[in-house]
Nanobody, 126 residues
Framework: QVQLVESGGGSVQAGGSLSLACVSSGPTYSRYCMAWFRQVPGKEREGVATIDSVGTTSYADSVKGRFTISHDKNVLYLQMNNLKPEDTAMYYC??????????????????????WGQGTQVTVSS
C-alpha cells in the first residue's frame, strides 16, 4: 500500500518562502502522475501543480512563476516563493499510478488521484 507523508508546512510572512516535501513509501512505479493540491475550509480542493514520471510539469495560473514542483526518487517537493496571504491553505500531495493505462494526461483533476497524504498547513500573514 502506498503511503504519502507531507512535511514542511508552517507560518510565514507575505513575500517569504516555504518548501514542502512528500515522502512516498510502499510499492514503487515507473509511471506516475504526482501533484500538490490545496484546500481552505469551505472551498473545493484545488490543484496547485503536477509532475509526471518524465518530468513534465503544470501549474495553476495563480502560482506560476512562484511555485516549483520537483521530485527526486521517492520524494515530491513544492518550493513556494513570494508567498501571498491567499496561498494560505492545507496542502496535500497526491499520486496517480494508473493514469498511463488509460493514456490519461497528468493534470490537476481531483478524481484521477487515489493516493493522498494527510496534509500540511501553510499560513501566510500579511
Amino acid at each position: 500500500q502506498v503511503q504519502l507523508v507531507e512535511s514542511g508546512g508552517g507560518s510565514v510572512q507575505a513575500g517569504g518562502s516555504l518548501s514542502l516535501a512528500c515522502v512516498s513509501s510502499g510499492p514503487t512505479y515507473s509511471r506516475y502522475c504526482m501533484a500538490w493540491f490545496r484546500q481552505v475550509p469551505g472551498k473545493e480542493r484545488e490543484g496547485v501543480a503536477t509532475i509526471d514520471s518524465v518530468g513534465t510539469t503544470s501549474y495553476a495560473d495563480s502560482v506560476k512563476g512562484r511555485f516549483t514542483i520537483s521530485h527526486d526518487k521517492n520524494v515530491l517537493y513544492l518550493q513556494m516563493n513570494n508567498l501571498k496571504p491567499e496561498d494560505t491553505a492545507m496542502y496535500y500531495c497526491a499520486a496517480d499510478f494508473k493514469g498511463w493505462l488509460f493514456s490519461r494526461r497528468c493534470g490537476p483533476v481531483l478524481a484521477d488521484f487515489d493516493h493522498w497524504g494527510q496534509g500540511t498547513q501553510v499560513t501566510v500573514s500579511s
